[in-house]
Each structure stands twice: as C-alpha cells, then as structure tokens.
C-alpha cells in the first residue's frame, strides 16, 4: 500500500470554511460531496468540537444484512492482518453493526466509539465521516484526516461503499475500512468495492426463490417494454429509492396510498401523482410472472425527463 501524508491544504481550506473565509477559494481546493457535507453539518448545528456519538442497544445483530457480511469481514481481517485497519459494518441508518481489526490488540488502544457496535456515525449526528456520507451521497467515498468534520477523526481516513438489497434497491448497510491517514491509499477503493458487490450477492441468496423469480421476471419485462420503444415517457427508478429520498411526509403517505390502490388493480396501470412544491411523478404498476409461474405486481415511479435523476440526500 501507497502512503499519503498531506493534509495541509484540506486543514487549511476546512478552517476557512469553518471561520466564515471565501467560499471560491474553499471550492475550488475540496471535493464537491466533501464541502457540500460540511455545509449540511453546519445548517444540523453540530461542532467541530463534538466528542460524544448517539448509542444505541436498539439494532439488528443478527438480521440479513450481519448474517451476508460476517465471511466477507472476516476475510478482509485475515488479509489486513497486522495492520491499523478499522473495519466496520453499519446499517442503513447508520448505526454500527459489526467491528474487525486487523491487530488484534488495537481495540485496547481505541476509545469504545471506534472499537464497539451500537455507535450512529449518520452524517446527521456525527457530521462528515465515511459512514454517514456513504448514505447520503449513496455511492463509495473516500474521507481523509481534515475532510472530516469532527475533529476527534483529523488523524483518521475511511473508504466506504453502500450495501444494497438487489431485489428492491434499498441500502442496507455501509461497509467501511477505517486507517490513520498516513496509511491511505486510492487502491482500497478497489478492495471495499469488491467486498460490498460479495455481501450483496450474499445477502441476494437469502432472498426466496419467488422474490428472485419476480425480481427477473420485472427485469425482463421491463427491457421488453424499451426495446419495443412504448414506455412511459420518463426517467424510471424504484419506488423504494424514491421513498428514500428527500420528500415531504405528506408526499411519503400520498405516493404509498397511490401505490397501494395500483397494486389493488392488479393489472398493468398508471397515475400522475401531484407532490409538494409543484413537483410531479408517475407511478406505472406492471404484473409480473416468474418461469416458475409466480405471479406479483410491481410498481415503479418515473420522474419527468427535465428534473434530477438522482435521489437527493435522505433527510
């Protein structure tokens, strides 16, 4: 592994940006998803200065996502054997699940919120690390020593990817490498990428054959109806993801009525739903059938062609 050892501009541009300095000149020396998490970080209240976490007895240490990961952790143990690396699974919420070290003699060394499950890094509570923005940029990042909002993680750097449930789109957890930041190196990016994709396959295998089944089945429909060009008009995403992004509640319980009476129908059906703000989505409900003879509905929503593609920031 490649060594790195420069944090004098990221230190330098997050104190001007921490002491009200110039906006361009911080823009134009910090990465876009690292500035625009330190400006969230600012408008919850949270400080630099913040010591303590949320901890929580009040998580799943043997769902789905625990069960699909705990191989996959314990060979990333086995091939940092030695090292300083931190390995951690968090859920959806951020919250943390499971711990791996590759010394095993350096929990005695760490404080219990680096060392103990139960700890919420959710970039809401915890500012910018690589948990919490891992969920809210819901792709892999990287975070190194000042990046970090918090001050207690200026020594620290983390490469982290999203855990997704296949069959509906969901994030069901983070999977997070954490090393002093004298350690990084681009190529982990790389090693947690594929570690996800393997707990994602696992966690693909827990599903039922009917979900797997319905889940082809809409997959195959779904290309039948583009390659004969008699789509909707739209950009498609699932419902899930949707639900996920930054809505109103109002539009939370609007868009889930509206769902359940497509599914109701059973049949193939579409409706305009009107949401908050003079925003707009359609929600299209397709039967599906799997080869084995599975029948379900499936209900995906289509945003206007002119609007965001991706989901924002969950709230």
Request: aromatic residues 4%.
């Amino acid at each position: 592994m490649g060594v790195v050892d420069d944090r004098t501009g990221p230190v330098r541009s997050r104190d001007r940006f921490l002491h009200g300095g110039s906006a361009e000149s911080v823009v134009r020396s910090v990465r876009s998803p690292i500035l625009s998490s330190w400006q969230r970080s600012l408008l919850l209240g949270l400080s630099p200065d913040q010591t303590e976490l949320p901890f929580t007895e009040d998580f799943d240490a043997e769902g789905p996502v625990v069960r699909a990961a705990a191989p996959v952790l314990d060979r990333l143990a086995a091939l940092f054997a030695g090292s300083r690396m931190n390995i951690c699974l968090a859920d959806g919420h951020g919250t943390v699940l499971e711990r791996r070290f590759g010394d095993r003699s350096l929990p005695a060394r760490l404080p219990a919120i680096q060392t103990e499950p139960g700890f919420v890094f959710a970039e809401r509570v915890a500012g910018t690390n690589g948990i919490g923005l891992t969920l809210a940029e819901r792709q892999l990042v990287q975070v190194n020593g000042a990046e970090h909002f918090a001050e207690r993680s200026q020594s620290s750097a983390c490469t982290a990817a999203p855990i997704r449930d296949q069959l509906s789109g969901h994030i069901e957890g983070v999977l997070c490498l954490g090393y002093p930041y004298t350690d990084a190196d681009p190529a982990l990016a790389a090693v947690v990428r594929r570690a996800a994709e393997a707990i994602e396959r696992r966690l693909m295998e827990q599903s039922t054959a009917r979900e797997r089944g319905l889940l082809q089945a809409y997959l195959e429909a779904a290309n039948l109806v583009r390659a004969h060009g008699d789509a909707l008009d739209g950009h498609p995403v699932t419902l899930a993801e949707l639900l996920l992004s930054e809505l109103e509640e109002s539009d939370h319980t609007t868009l889930k009525e509206k769902a359940t009476e497509l599914l109701s129908g059973a049949r193939r059906a579409a409706a305009e739903v009107s949401l908050s703000h003079g925003r707009r989505v359609t929600l299209v409900s397709r039967p599906v059938t799997s080869p084995a003879g599975v029948e379900g509905i499936v209900v995906e929503a289509l945003l206007p062609d002119e609007e965001e593609h991706h989901a924002p920031a969950p709230a």
